[in-house]
């Protein structure tokens, strides 16, 4: 190991690109970190993997992913795995976006023959997806009756209802597109009237809706289990829980701050109150658990609607068949959740709640909870890019369940805040050096396009490269954007 250390957060390379920030003060756990190359030790999301090595309960160490940057309470990359019985449960460690996640749908098209009937396809996506803050009415808004179902039920309540790309897309979600935990009754009112007219929405900021081709095949064994080929049509979804979910993670925030040192000293001793959190069984800790699993639903419900709103513009606006279209979910996979899942530790199988702020899991092959036709190869996993350079598909590892709770990153990662990428956009036109590069874009309005410009983010190949190296999750297609729509 060498040893690299500035500012006030300690490091050392344990090998390649992973870092760990040994035990001090009050952390229970090292912190590690996924880098390509030494991190910066005054970045303050290098503090906020410290300070999560402090939750109680915490196990092994507190992760962050090569995406990392600062978030509240945990850094957007963290990922904390604590004991299902003694650990506690942190709103902070999913985020307010409850179960944002992508989801990719393969079709049997060649994506260079439809380029000319790309503005055709994106101005209609556009027109049956509602974008925007506040954006609602993509389906008749939901009695408290449906809105309960949909709670319960996440996406078999929209593939019931014919929202698909085939019948079996929730069999092909993560969880299976439902968290059984959950408990509509736990969801307040505010958060009902906030969710009940948004389902089939893709909301703000960087959620959007995307047409993309298939590159590069990387893994051509793990790209044929995924129904994957060269010059593919792939549509990309990128979306959460609205507002739905952003009511409960700021009700149960509101709720737990105050209470900190009820739970006892190590919840009075955490370093940072926006790391609020509650023991798992207390009556706080489960309604936001029953809460959040409820949200978690919703968001799989609204990225299914959305599947159906597309494919229902491309089959209308192509003038195809379904069988010429040849629609599929490839995967869906959530970003921002806590679940209670099983993993080996110490010779033996635990119960642990892992939160992924921002990290996506990357089960690996032979696992039971990874879909039948990828068992053998490994969990697709999902990691977006920017809207003018690519995204990618990996497949999850063996590696990844010893050493990260099988747990991957999630996209490119911000490296600009919004204020900073508006001020560098001034004066341009994002949506013509986009076409310039054969993209089309349509999105709500220009500031969102000057937010979520390329130079704002990492570049995704170099986060996925250190994935890659080391054997967290495999590299197995690139995704290059044609066409984009945005919030």
Not at 67 to 88: K, L, Q, T
Not at 159 to 184: H, I, K, M, T, W
Not at 199 to 214: A, I, Q, W
Not at 288 to 297: G, I, R, T, V
């Amino acid at each position: 190991m060498t040893a690299h250390q500035g500012g006030h957060v300690p490091l050392r390379r344990i090998e390649g690109d992973l870092w760990e920030i040994p035990r001090h003060g009050g952390m229970k756990v090292p912190g590690r970190v996924y880098s390509p190359g030494p991190p910066a030790p005054d970045d303050p999301a290098l503090q906020q993997v410290a300070n999560v090595a402090h939750l109680p309960g915490i196990l092994r160490w507190s992760l962050a992913m090569p995406d990392v940057h600062w978030g509240y309470g945990f850094p957007i990359g963290g990922v904390a795995a604590v004991d299902a019985e003694h650990g506690a449960v942190s709103p902070g460690g999913v985020g307010y976006d409850i179960n944002c996640g992508v989801r990719v749908v393969t079709t049997g098209l060649d994506a260079e023959e439809l380029r000319p009937r790309l503005h055709a396809l994106a101005a209609r996506i556009y027109r049956d997806v509602p974008t925007g803050v506040g954006a609602s009415a993509a389906i008749p808004r939901l009695t408290p009756r449906e809105l309960d179902e949909v709670l319960a039920q996440g996406a078999r309540w929209a593939v019931a209802r014919g929202f698909r790309a085939a019948a079996d897309d929730a069999d092909r979600c993560e969880e299976g597109g439902r968290l059984a935990g959950a408990d509509p009754a736990a969801v307040s009112a505010r958060a009902r009237e906030r969710g009940s007219d948004q389902l089939g929405t893709l909301g703000s900021g960087n959620h959007f809706l995307e047409l993309d081709r298939v590159a590069r095949i990387h893994d051509a064994a793990a790209a044929e289990a995924f129904g994957l080929f060269p010059g593919q049509l792939v549509v990309q979804i990128h979306s959460g829980s609205r507002g739905l979910g952003y009511q409960v993670c700021d009700e149960a925030l509101a709720e737990l701050a105050p209470r900190l040192a009820s739970y006892g000293p190590d919840y009075a001793a955490l370093p940072d109150r926006q790391l609020a959190c509650a023991p798992i069984g207390s009556p706080e800790g489960r309604r936001y658990l029953a809460a959040m699993q409820a949200a978690a639903n919703f968001a799989w419900a609204n990225r299914q609607v959305m599947t159906g709103l597309a494919v229902r513009a491309l089959l209308d606006t192509l003038g195809v068949s379904d069988r010429e279209l040849g629609a599929r979910l490839l995967y869906d996979v959530c970003h921002n959740v806590a679940k209670l899942e099983e993993h080996q530790l110490d010779g033996g199988v635990r119960r642990v709640l892992v939160h992924r702020k921002g990290a996506t899991r990357a089960f690996g092959p032979g696992d039971a909870r990874v879909p039948a036709p990828y068992r053998e190869v490994g969990q697709p996993v999902l990691i977006p890019g920017d809207m003018g350079r690519y995204s990618y598909v990996l497949a999850g590892t063996d590696k990844a369940m010893r050493d990260t709770f099988g747990s991957s990153c999630h996209g490119a990662g911000r490296l600009l805040s919004r204020g900073e990428a508006l001020r560098r956009a001034r004066g341009r036109s994002i949506a013509r050096e986009l076409a310039d590069r054969g993209i089309e874009v349509i999105a709500r309005g220009r500031k969102t396009l000057g937010e979520e410009m390329s130079e704002a983010y990492k570049d995704v190949a170099q986060v996925v490269a250190v994935m890659d190296g080391a054997g967290i999750s495999r590299l197995v297609a690139r995704l290059d954007p044609l066409a984009v729509v945005k919030g």
